[in-house]
Nanobody, 129 residues
Framework: QVQFVESGGGLVQPGGSLRLSCTPS????????IGWFRQAPGKEREGVSC????????YYIDSVKGRFATSRDNAKNTVYLEMNSLKPEDTAVYYC??????????????????????WGQGTRVTVSS
């Protein structure tokens, strides 16, 4: 089965940092765009960031801009999500998935979950004191 494996989650205090990793199982990243998503308890899954596979362009939702950064290392077949200045509202299970590209209009990511596939099991991030 082709899917991603997410890792790096854990418990962190507000203001702390975590780095999540996303590695595909059964395929290589190549030129796939990779999106990070999260789902908090009782809430719908929401997009967090997207990085293209062609030029490495990145997109973020407003609530994480300036705090989160996504990057990719194709040699290691891994995509990362660096999360800084974490807040309790960042608590969620974080997932990554692949798409053909990060669809954007006027520089703003159009988040469409149905564009993405190969979802993993997620990694839990808890921000609490």
């Amino acid at each position: 089965q082709v899917q991603f494996v997410e890792s790096g989650g854990g418990l962190v205090q507000p203001g702390g940092s975590l780095r999540l990793s996303c590695t595909p199982s059964g395929f290589t990243l190549d030129y796939s765009a990779i999106g990070w998503f999260r789902q908090a308890p009782g809430k719908e899954r929401e997009g967090v960031s997207c990085i293209t596979g062609t030029d490495g362009a990145t997109y973020y939702i407003d609530s994480v801009k300036g705090r989160f950064a996504t990057s990719r290392d194709n040699a290691k077949n891994t995509v990362y999500l660096e999360m800084n200045s974490l807040k309790p509202e960042d608590t969620a299970v974080y997932y990554c998935a692949a798409a053909l590209t990060c669809y954007a209009t006027y520089g703003r990511w159009e988040i469409r979950l149905h564009d993405f596939n190969s979802w993993g099991q997620g990694t839990r991030v808890t921000v609490s004191s």
